[in-house]
């Protein structure tokens, strides 16, 4: 046991990385992942768990996470828990990795899981000193080097990303063909399980969606049929569905205007629609308001936020860089939800269709459930 420790040890050091910030700062640690270089705007994730969602979740294209909680990877990973078919991250930078991955659902070790994927990681810096930087600086382009570094050339990369502000990434992410979805959510001892008899048909625009999202429509009964983002209003349209559904997805809503112009056709059309992180934000630009980059964005799995009508706060699960600016909301829609954090808008509805949004991911269970009735008055929408 003490030979297989110290190999762990041996291999887990083996390596150098560099993480590299545009404003020049270097953080040296170890590398965790594949060789090479990963290059993006730098965020902080304060979830406990979840590292393996966080990595496939297509919100974090171009995004390389820092994960708050100091030991990561104990329990491993395995193909269940990905939130898509690839990793999205550019990169993973953490405090410690674990040396032991225990769980019995475990395939792989976070290290291999890692570098079978390509995705560059680093380990052993003071992530905490990183945390600090990123809140009060913002988000920070930058760059991890692992195995060659060259300080020089990762600081040169950090500062030619030109960053996430008016870049469209929900037609990069997307599916190309229509996908039809009928899978439930894990269940322990029977894993995932189909859709009989379905009550519902959604057609669901893919700007980078979670399966789990899809999960927790089909276990309300719905069959949904994922649509590319850039799908005309009237082919969706033409499938005759019961609701649509906008996904998340990543980078600036603005430049989507595709998709503003498809929501304000469906809006016109009167079909019941629900909107999830990109989907609150373009709904929001479909009526009328406007969407404004902030300073370091919301990311972990511990946000409180307050329902406006009842008072109740539910703790959410967070992945944004951009927030409905709320004085520009047009007198067609009511804020619904809002930060206790900072105050910024978190739900709308409009008040002359059936359509509504929440920008944090109630799929992602970390209350565990606070948020999942939004899919419940989404089914009350459809069955009226």
């Known amino acids: 046991m003490r030979r297989l420790?110290?190999?762990?040890l041996a291999s887990h050091s083996a390596s150098k990385a560099i993480l590299v910030l545009a404003d020049g700062t270097v953080f040296h640690g170890t590398a965790i992942g594949a060789g090479g270089t990963a290059v993006g705007e730098v965020v902080f994730n304060t979830a406990m768990t979840g590292y393996q969602e966080i990595l496939t979740d297509p919100s974090y294209a171009e995004q390389i996470v820092t994960l708050t909680y100091p030991h990561i990877g104990n329990y491993g990973t395995n193909h269940e828990d990905e939130e898509s078919n690839r990793v999205w991250a550019k990169g993973l930078i953490i405090r410690e990795m674990s040396l032991k991955a225990s769980n019995f659902r475990r395939e792989q070790s976070l290290g291999d899981y890692l570098r079978q994927r390509n995705v560059v990681g680093i380990a052993d810096i003071d992530t905490r000193k990183l945390t600090r930087i990123l809140r009060e600086k913002g988000a920070q382009n930058g760059c991890i080097m692992a195995g060659e570094i060259n300080v020089e050339k990762a600081l040169e990369l950090a500062q030619q990303f030109p960053g996430l502000k008016g870049l469209d990434l929900a037609k990069e992410v997307t599916i190309r063909t229509p996908v039809e979805w009928v899978s439930q959510s894990w269940k322990l001892g029977q894993g995932f399980s189909d859709l009989n008899e379905p009550k519902f048909h959604v057609v669901a625009y893919d700007y980078g969606c979670k399966r789990n999202i899809l999960r927790m429509l089909a276990d309300r009964g719905c069959k949904v049929t994922l649509v590319p983002a850039q799908t005309p209003a009237k082919d969706v349209l033409a499938m005759?569905?019961?609701?649509v559904f906008l996904s998340n997805g990543p980078g600036d809503p603005e430049p989507c205007d595709y998709a503003i112009t498809a929501i304000q056709e469906i809006i016109d059309a009167k079909v019941p629609i629900f909107g999830i992180c990109l989907g609150h934000q373009l709904l929001a630009l479909a009526s009328g308001a406007q969407t404004v980059k902030m300073k370091l964005g919301h990311h972990g799995a511990n946000?409180?936020?307050?329902?406006?009508a009842t008072g109740r706060v539910m703790i959410t699960s967070q992945n944004h860089g951009f927030a409905v600016d709320e004085a520009t909301l047009?007198?067609?829609?009511?804020?619904t939800h809002k930060s206790l954090?900072?105050?910024?808008?978190?739900?709308?509805?409009?008040?002359?269709v059936k359509a509504f949004s929440f920008q944090g991911h109630p799929e992602a269970s970390p209350g565990p459930n606070d948020a999942a009735p939004l899919f419940d008055h989404f089914i009350e929408l459809m069955s009226q």
Do not use: C, W, Y
């Open 5 to 8: 420790t110290l190999s762990i």
């Open 341 to 352: 954090f900072d105050g910024t808008l978190q739900g709308i509805e409009r008040t002359d």
């Open 303 to 308: 946000h409180p936020v307050q329902d406006l």
């Open 330 to 335: 047009p007198a067609t829609m009511k804020a």
């Open 240 to 243: 005759n569905p019961d609701g």
